[in-house]
């Protein structure tokens, strides 16, 4: 089966630019999480939706990054506007459902940064 | 708070010798999931293992197993007979049943020499 799909792969902007990063999770699956991991850090989660709706948004800079699911599908994440604290890569993940046994699969990343 | 710590920065083995990469965690859930994941140069991040806390047999998968020890809080990973491939940074991650946000700790790099 396919993978988590992510693009783009690489991102270099300019602190206060907007940026957008796209997912597309393995079909199927209904969970699906962004995560930020700064270089050096395990990730961390910044928001986890359930189909199309969010269940975790608890550590998502709300006042810059936003995200959404369209369809309970693909999901993008937008940062608007980036400071240089946000370089890092963002990862995204699904799962088929959302109990904890469930098995995180990742995507290949975006590594972003921000001059 | 939940909490995470991998307090092996770095590590090194002989390729077909096993090595413990530790995991200690903090949490007064009373039911819990903990997991490792391997991240190679790549970037991409691979399931490797599961133990629930309720479990009572250690989780094995091949040649990863999880040497759980619920009263220490550790759930140290172990790799059997390690390749070449295995050579990635590992991190130690936690979930609480029912709740939502899994946690991760700062990750063990390993190396595994020829």
């Known amino acids: 089966e396919a993978g988590v799909a992510q693009s783009p792969r690489y991102k270099i902007i300019e602190k206060r630019q907007s940026v957008a990063f796209w997912c597309n999770p393995i079909?199927?699956?209904?969970?699906l999480y962004w995560y930020q991991q700064i270089l050096g850090q395990g990730p961390k989660l910044l928001i986890q939706?359930?189909?199309?709706?969010?269940?975790?948004d608890s550590q998502l800079p709300k006042d810059r990054f936003s995200a959404e699911r369209l369809k309970g599908v693909d999901s993008t994440l937008k940062i608007q506007p980036a400071k240089l604290e946000d370089s890092a890569v963002y990862l995204c993940?699904?799962?088929?459902?959302?109990?904890?046994?469930?098995?995180?699969?990742f995507g290949p990343g975006t590594r972003l940064t921000v001059l | 708070a939940q909490k995470i710590t991998q307090t092996q920065p770095g590590m090194f083995v002989q390729e077909k010798e096993a090595v413990t990469l530790d995991c200690t965690y903090d949490?007064?859930?009373?039911?819990?999931?903990l997991f490792w994941y391997k991240q190679p140069s790549s970037g991409e991040m691979i399931f490797l293992i599961y133990?629930?806390?309720?479990?009572?047999q250690n989780a094995t998968e091949g040649r990863y197993s999880l040497n759980f020890q619920k009263a220490r809080k550790s759930a140290n990973l172990v790799i059997s007979a390690s390749q070449l491939g295995d050579s990635a940074m590992y991190f130690c991650?936690?979930?609480?049943?029912?709740?939502?946000?899994?946690?991760f700790g700062a990750g063990t790099r390993l190396f595994v020499k020829a």
């Open positions: 991650a936690m979930r609480p049943y029912g709740g939502f946000k899994t946690i």
């Open positions: 949490t007064s859930d009373q039911s819990y999931g």
């Open positions: 939706f359930q189909n199309n709706g969010v269940v975790d």
């Open positions: 993940a699904s799962s088929l459902r959302s109990e904890t046994h469930n098995e995180q699969f």
């Open positions: 133990q629930g806390s309720y479990d009572e």
């Open positions: 079909s199927g699956h209904a969970t």
